[in-house]
């Protein structure tokens, strides 16, 4: 079955962790998107690479950084520095980036900060 | 810059009612634009998007828009509603001109199915 994984499905971090957010495709996708969920607010985006070793900063980059060393992979890592990380954090991708595509959506995790 | 409104972040209809949720959008290039479903605690579903090939554009699970531009406009609708529509609905616009960039969503409706 192909798709989008995401792990872990809940995740707890103390103030002052960094925090790595996992997500795997295996539908041999070129783009790969970073969103972050908050009641009332929408999606809004992170961070979105359309090629392996190479990214971009979406509308609220501050406070997360990313790598995509391979096609299936894209983690975020939630650093200290963003002051509000309690949301639900969702992960997509789209066969070519191109502005028309579909985008395929993970299952998300919730982070929580205590 | 793009940007979406949705109109109503809470609509309740009876079970076997219309369903409409609004949306509006603002683009400054010819849009794509999308509804997406999202289940409690899940990712997203497309449920249609719009491309330019037909105005009216039929979707899963008996869903259907029409785009309007001179409206500005990109409403979904349903005929009648089910028990099972009951969930997050969220419009997003893309085209920024600039290539794969992400997409601009709403904040969402939540639609309540009333028995």
């Known amino acids: 079955d192909g798709g989008i994984t995401q792990s872990p499905k809940y995740l707890f971090r103390k103030e002052g962790q960094n925090v790595t957010l996992s997500c795997e495709q295996n539908?041999?996708?070129?783009?790969m998107y970073w969103y972050r969920q908050d009641p009332g607010q929408g999606l809004r985006l992170i961070y979105y690479?359309?090629?392996?070793?190479?990214?971009q900063k979406g509308d609220i980059a501050e406070g997360y950084s990313v790598s995509r060393e391979k096609k299936e992979s894209f983690p975020l890592t939630v650093t200290s520095a963003q002051k509000n990380p309690t949301a639900f954090y969702l992960c997509?991708?789209?066969?070519?980036?191109?502005?028309?595509?579909?985008?395929?959506f993970g299952p998300g995790t919730r982070l929580t900060v205590l | 810059a793009q940007s979406v409104t949705q109109l109503g972040s809470h609509v309740s209809v009876s079970e076997g009612a219309l369903v409409l949720l609004r949306c509006n959008y603002s683009s400054s290039v010819p849009p794509y634009l999308f509804w997406y479903v999202q289940y409690p605690n899940q990712g997203l579903q497309l449920l249609l998007k719009?491309?330019?090939?037909?105005?009216l554009v039929k979707g899963i699970n008996g869903f259907e828009a029409e785009f309007k531009k001179s409206e500005t406009s990109f409403h979904l609708t349903k005929p009648s509603a089910h028990m099972s529509d009951a969930a997050e609905y969220f419009c997003?616009?893309?085209?920024?001109?600039?290539?794969?960039?992400?997409?601009?969503f709403g904040k969402g409706t939540h639609l309540i199915i009333q028995p």
């Open positions: 719009y491309t330019s090939a037909a105005t």
């Open positions: 690479s359309q090629i392996v070793n190479d990214f």
């Open positions: 997003a616009v893309s085209g920024s001109g600039g290539g794969a960039d992400g997409l601009t």
């Open positions: 539908l041999n996708h070129d783009a």
């Open positions: 997509a991708s789209s066969i070519s980036g191109g502005e028309w595509d579909e985008q395929f």
